[in-house]
């Protein structure tokens, strides 16, 4: 599992244009020689899953393109506090400049690599994967999801071009009405569109819902903050469907899934369970920059 260079090239040049614009860094070209070199260090105030090492690496690379890099941990290590996961060696105002871009990438992304891994190990043995939404950083999705890989979870659809995903909008807005026949008429439509793309996903809200979702011709339904007691009534008849059927549809728990509920909500069978707080509001991972030395170049 790696980043694609391309990919890593463009946002670190965005990120570092973003804060150095044609100036660079004011304050280290004020007050260190331009030939002063230095060595830094990454590490750990916190545990954690490290996630982004290679958009850290370019960024020092990009700036002094004869730094040394002597240490980097790789991405889905796990980390206590105090550990180093990054060395370099370089021009000191160069090493500076970077440090900024460097530990967003890596405090942002480890942060997401962190919290899947935590959910992966909460419903591990259910048989249930985990996988975020499209509730990303506007820029970063690419990064984000490939920190929920990192994590040990999958990634849901890239984006609204890729796959098919109806919701109740979808529904609202279908000119078909809300009761099961026109629900399942969507559903068909749906379907007939958009299958050749990959699986279709529904939304579903109740049993009804899933039912003719189920037999509009879905390939997963995505059972929307429906209680315990919902969500096991509606595997169950899922299940009785799908033995009747053939079809091998897949179960899809979602909506306000928390580390607390998740083992509870994978144990009533469903397949998959996604999460928008993988990306959308975790913290990022305490991580700091440290720097030494002052030699000049010989």
């Not at 975020?132 to 929920?148: D, I, N, Q, S």
Request: glycine share 12%; hydrophobic share 45%; aromatic share 6%.
């Amino acid at each position: 599992m790696q980043l694609d260079a391309a990919a890593v090239k463009e946002a670190v040049r965005r990120a570092l244009t973003e804060d150095l614009e044609d100036r660079g860094d004011l304050t280290a070209n004020a007050v260190i020689s331009e030939d002063c070199r230095g060595s830094a260090y990454i590490v750990a105030k916190e545990p954690g899953v490290l996630a982004g090492i290679d958009c850290a690496i370019h960024a020092c690379l990009t700036l002094d393109p004869e730094c040394e890099i002597v240490e980097a941990a790789k991405d889905g290590v796990a980390f206590v506090a105090g550990d180093v996961v990054f060395r370099v060696v370089g021009r000191a105002r160069a090493l500076l400049a970077a440090e900024r871009t460097a530990l967003n990438f890596l405090q942002r992304l480890s942060g997401i690599a962190t919290r899947t891994r935590s959910f992966v190990d909460e419903v591990r043995g259910t048989g249930a994967v985990v996988l975020e939404t499209r509730k990303t950083t506007p820029g970063l999705r690419y990064f984000e999801k490939y920190a929920v890989r990192v994590g040990g979870g999958q990634n849901h659809r890239y984006g609204l071009f890729d796959r098919i995903l109806l919701k109740e909008n979808h529904f609202a807005l279908s000119g078909n009405g809300t009761d099961a026949a026109g629900y399942k008429k969507t559903v068909e439509q749906a379907v007939a569109y958009g299958g050749k793309y990959g699986p279709v996903t529904v939304e579903v809200r109740d049993l009804p819902e899933a039912e003719a979702a189920f037999h509009g011709g879905a390939d997963i339904l995505l059972l929307d903050n429906m209680d315990l007691a919902g969500l096991r009534a509606a595997v169950g008849r899922i299940r009785d469907l799908k033995r009747t059927d053939g079809r091998d549809v897949l179960l899809e728990a979602s909506g306000g899934i928390t580390l607390d509920t998740a083992a509870t909500i994978a144990a009533t069978g469903v397949d998959r369970l996604s999460i928008g707080g993988l990306t959308h509001s975790v913290p990022a991972i305490d991580l700091s920059m440290l720097v030494a030395g002052g030699e000049a170049s010989a």
